[in-house]
């Protein structure tokens, strides 16, 4: 059975039947009814029907209005129910009160596309919000799909195709925009006329009570005339969905976002530090990052990015080489550059002295590298040429100023001309109006990026080096931490039902450190003491120095009420303490229930860090990472990612702080730190998270780090009593489903070796590679309709790093010669409806014959029963005659697809 990423069938990947089909009759609609067009010159159903009519569009339009015979000299009709051909689209411009009914008779009409430009919806309150539930239970009813209310409409100026009320039509080109803001689409319009941007599909989405970001990545990463994606976002409602659509096509098409509102205004207060440092803007900076998306900041960034992305390979690094014949521009460059977090690339001697050879003495001799303002056409080919052998180059910035002796077109002729030969991404900037037009029609005519400001170029170069960045974290293989976590956690259990009797949600220091302790995050042991001779006795059995630390579940920062004496040393010394900490506490709240104290050892030595977990109401529990501390809240060097978190993502995370820096080199008399142990310790951390969505907020504050190792000092955990006294639907709290080690399992073959069946992961790279090698060219063409000869780390990724909520690998891992290897795999792809999906099984030679492949293709089949598929199915080679007789065996329906291939299906309904 066939179905993979590296093949491609009709322009769609192999396996990839979308789900979303519905979508054509929304973007590529043969009959349109206009509901609510109206002969009134300005109206919103003036415009509607006049942007379909006479601009190119090949399919027939009815206008809908009972109160006139004809609108704009066309026959209208009473009712969608009274035109006589089968609409494919209706578009809805009424009153809000009247939509659902008009939205009624288009589903009993059988039209299945409905555009709804009508306010009055959600965004007016709760009778808005009735409104939308009843379109909702009409499109569950007939199979509708919706975008809007409250849009502008959409077009794909390729079929000449304008369902919008804007007064700007969209000129034809590679870009997919998409935006809930109906206000900023008439802008951008505006803009893309005047910066001749084109357009594939140009989308407003409004409330998008059906049809959403996700649904259109899906709909355009499978279309030919896309080739990149651009969102104006104002807030995600299903991170879940939006985050399985962007990461499986981030990769082949590139996905620009501007994100409004990037203000902390909306933050609330927290009961812990990660609380109080963790804004919604750097949430959304770690939701996209981990998605492969580029975040940018402006609109005319938006298609910057897209059009170079679209055009050029990204960057490999930071590494920016600026060539100009004109100093100021380029120091602004440079400036830019910085700030943006990008890098002067270094030269290399080899580089400097062939430069040497024809350039002027007075030559910059750096990067930028200034060749004179007296500089030819021949001397700008030499300089680029020999910059293209550097190494340490990632980039290339041209900077033309029309003040010396070349020619801006035949510049740009020159550079057109040996382009090809950098094999990295070149930008441009010439500067000037007039003098420069034409050259750069013709930089851009020979898909070479020109902006009109050096500023704008370098923003673009580092968003391409981000994107770059963000792709190589999904698609980068994590290495091996250990054994997965497998002990116990049935006493945790017992500390969270007593949580839940006493009505307390904040657990104590003793309480928050078991959790820690049990997921192998080494602690600082405190031991409770409710008088001070207990305080006494405690420490003169772990010994001086000790802390002092209030227990109390009122008080938030234990340090902010005096809750925390530190370094005491002797026994009147513990006595006095815990009187004053118990006065301090008093003092700030008077009405706190001061349980006691809890003694520690004195740790002193090391880097004060910060491992935390909030849980944020629109994107579930995410892990924080950053300096610690009493002064984190001033600092607010942190880091943000979500779990599931393996090496790869613990180490970005870790790298994304200014602490990193110090932490890997050492900073004066300290050394540098294990950062491999830092990352097993947010590995951890984020399993514990995982596993227990009753906590809302967590802190280890401080994690103290040096060269032998990490302990966490203090722990702060609060959970939601609700969710702890009933769980909520399993990983509910989680925006990427984890690992799902409920379909391990192990499976006795033929010859009575165990095999243990198991969900694929990223680690697995390597043994996946291994069993690509055992594969005949035989076993290759049955598998992947082809032979491949050479399969890239980019392609293993895409089947060892996947989503499993759309798609399920199982691996037969065997262990021969005291190693482990992977003999076999069998794969289910999910279509985005969630009811059906594509299944694929492929055995390595050296192990076929053994009923491998039988087992597997059983075993993938009861994991679709338990994702709860209606039906599966998969292509089979004619000639592949064991696939199909292992089909037939299973109650598989089979059917001739033509000459060469058979088509098997399975309803999994009983």
């Not at 009424?94 to 009624?104: I, S």
């Not at 009409?109 to 306010?119: A, D, L, N």
């Not at 279309?223 to 969102?231: A, Y």
């Not at 960045?469 to 976590?485: D, I, Q, S």
Request: proline share 6%; charged share 25%.
């Amino acid at each position: 059975m066939s179905l993979t990423w590296l093949s491609v069938k009709n322009g769609k990947p192999e396996g990839y039947v979308t789900g979303i089909e519905g979508l054509d009759k929304i973007f590529n609609p043969k009959r349109i009814a206009v509901i609510g067009a109206s002969n009134k010159k300005g109206s919103v159903g003036f415009t509607l029907l006049n942007n379909l009519i006479g601009v190119g569009f090949k399919g027939f339009v009815y206008p809908v209005n009972p109160f006139s015979p004809s609108i704009q000299g066309i026959t209208a009709y009473p009712s969608v129910k009274k035109i006589p051909w089968q609409v494919d689209l209706a578009i809805v411009a009424t009153p809000a009160h009247v939509v659902p009914q008009v939205v009624e008779e288009c589903g009993e009409s059988g039209v299945t596309g409905i555009i709804i430009v009508s306010s009055g919806f959600g965004e007016t309150g709760a009778e808005g919000k009735a409104l939308e539930e009843q379109l909702l239970k009409l499109k569950r009813t007939y199979g509708l799909r919706i975008i809007g209310p409250n849009c502008i409409g959409v077009m794909r100026p390729s079929i000449g195709l304008n369902a919008s009320f804007a007064k700007k039509p969209a000129r034809r080109g590679q870009i997919a925009f998409v935006s809930q803001s109906g206000a900023l689409c008439a802008s951008v319009l505006d803009w893309a006329a005047n910066a001749n941007v084109g357009f594939s599909y140009f989308v407003s989405v409004g409330g998008m009570i059906d049809v959403d970001y996700a649904d259109l990545i899906d709909y355009f990463g499978i279309d030919p005339e896309t080739r990149s994606i651009v969102l104006f976002v104002e807030a995600v409602k299903d991170p879940r969905k939006f985050m399985s659509a962007a990461r499986r096509f981030a990769g082949t098409k590139p996905i620009i976002v501007v994100k409004a509102g990037r203000s902390p205004e909306g933050t609330r207060a927290a009961a812990s530090h990660t609380g109080a440092v963790t804004g919604e803007d750097s949430i959304y900076n770690a939701f996209f990052s981990r998605a492969g998306i580029v975040r940018v900041e402006e609109i005319a960034d938006l298609f910057n990015c897209s059009e170079i992305l679209a055009m050029q390979q990204p960057p490999k690094g930071p590494r920016l080489a600026i060539v100009t014949n004109a100093g100021g521009p380029a120091v602004m460059a440079t400036d830019a550059l910085i700030e943006k977090g990008g890098q002067l690339a270094v030269l290399t001697e080899e580089t400097l002295k062939a430069l040497d050879e024809f350039l002027p003495y007075y030559w910059s001799r750096n990067n930028p590298i200034d060749i004179c303002e007296d500089a030819t056409v021949d001397r700008f080919r030499r300089v680029l040429r020999t910059c293209f052998k550097d190494p340490n180059i990632d980039g290339y910035l041209v900077i033309y100023t029309p003040i010396g002796a070349a020619d801006p077109y035949e510049t740009a002729e020159a550079l057109i001309e040996i382009a090809k030969e950098a094999n990295r991404p070149i930008l441009t900037s010439w500067l000037g109006e007039e003098d420069v037009q034409e050259a750069r029609a013709l930089l851009r005519a020979n898909r070479i990026p020109t902006f009109l400001t050096p500023e704008q170029a370098v923003a673009t170069f580092v968003y391409m080096w981000q994107y770059a960045r963000n792709l190589e974290m999904l698609y980068e293989t994590p290495e091996e931490l250990g054994e997965p976590f497998s002990a116990s956690r049935h006493h945790l259990k017992k500390i969270l039902d007593e949580a839940v009797r006493e009505k307390r949600r904040v657990l104590t220091e003793p309480e928050s450190k078991k959790f820690l302790e049990t997921y192998g995050i080494p602690t600082v042991k405190a031991y409770v003491a409710k008088t001070p001779e207990e305080a006494v006795n405690i420490a003169s059995k772990i010994g001086y120095p000790v802390v002092l630390k209030v227990v109390s579940p009122q008080v938030a920062h234990k340090t902010d009420v005096g809750g925390v004496i530190l370094n005491i040393n002797s026994e009147p010394d513990v006595r006095r303490s815990f009187k004053e900490v118990v006065k301090n506490v008093k003092s700030h709240l008077p009405s706190a229930e001061v349980q006691g104290v809890t003694v520690q050892p004195m740790v002193s030595s090391g880097y004060e860090l910060m491992i935390g977990s909030k849980r944020d109401p629109q994107f579930g529990s995410v892990i924080i990472f950053g300096t610690g501390g009493t002064a984190v809240e001033i600092f607010k060097d942190i880091s943000v990612g979500f779990p599931p978190l393996n090496q790869t993502l613990a180490r970005r995370i870790i790298e994304q702080t200014k602490a990193y820096k110090i932490l890997s080199e050492g900073f004066r008399a300290k050394p540098s730190v294990k950062i491999r142990l830092l990352e097993e310790m947010l590995v951890k951390f984020s399993q514990l998270i995982i596993d227990h969505p009753q906590i809302v907020e967590a802190d280890v504050n401080p994690l103290m780090v040096d060269e032998k190792g990490a302990v966490a000092l203090d722990a702060r955990i609060i959970i939601d009593l609700e969710t702890a006294a009933a769980p909520t639907k399993r990983y509910g709290h989680l925006i990427i489903r984890p690992y799902p080690g409920k379909y391990v399992t192990e499976r006795k073959l033929r010859d009575g070796k165990q095999a243990l069946f198991r969900p694929v992961k990223p680690e697995d790279e390597p043994l996946v590679a291994e069993l690509f090698k055992a594969f005949s060219e035989e076993t290759m063409r049955f598998r992947f309709f082809r032979v491949i000869k050479e399969i890239s780390h980019e392609a293993l990724a895409r089947y060892c790093n996947i989503d499993y909520d759309r798609e399920m690998t199982i691996v037969a891992e065997l262990k021969e010669k005291g190693r482990k290897q992977i003999a076999g795999m069998v794969r289910l792809i999910v279509e985005p409806d969630g009811e059906s999906g594509e299944v694929a099984v492929v055995v390595g030679d050296p192990w076929q014959n053994r009923g491998l492949g039988s087992l597997l293709f059983r075993y993938i089949v009861d994991v679709a029963r338990d994702m709860e598929l209606k039906k599966v199915w998969g292509e089979i080679m004619a000639e592949n005659t064991r696939m199909l007789h292992i089909c037939y065996k299973e109650g598989f329906q089979i059917k001739r697809l033509d000459e060469e291939t058979y088509i098997a299906e399975l309803s999994l309904e009983s």
